[in-house]
């Protein structure tokens, strides 16, 4: 059964996947999965040079910054970016999740609903945080030395998921991730709900 975690920039969704990890449960990180991808992958390797240059690889190395730059500055670049990359993805997580039809195993993205992989999903769970608590962990992940600048950044990202985050209302199961969570409790408590009445364990490596 696959399971889809999606939230929110600093929403506590990447903590609460890598603690189901720890407690033996697959997981797929769609974003650095797609990295991946775009440097392995020849067409989608390709497409990504066409339309950014190829000044955004250098070796085995992907800058992300200077795709983002160009993307800021030209936004229909973005829906172009994703016309070639999540079709890619998509295909990788099927291929990645047919090991495990009998097992849990989750798919963390930020842009599940966008990027069509709650289609693959068999249920979808939301995390969620206040925002003022997602921008202390974002700062606190990204910016050492945060300044006024860093912190509306950080605002326009969240701006920027607004309407994903809006469609995850349609999520099956919605988490509340808070200061006083703990990740380890919250990815307990999920798989609890989830195996509830079923036989779901582990895949075994």
Known sequence: MTIGITGGIGSGKTSIARALEAH???VYYS???AKRIILTNPMVRSGVESLFG????EGEKYHTELVARQVFAHPELLERLNRIVHPAVSYDVKHWASR???ELCFVESAILYSSGLSALCDHVVCVEADEALRIKR???RDYPHPTER???KVRARMRAQDEEARLATRADIVIHSSEQTVPAELAEGLIRELTRGGNSHPAES
């Open 24 to 26: 033996g449960y697959p």
């Open 31 to 33: 974003d650095v999965e």
């Open 54 to 57: 190829s000044e955004v690889f």
């Open 100 to 102: 495990y039809r009998e």
């Open 138 to 140: 974002v700062l606190g």
């Open 150 to 152: 860093d912190i509306n």
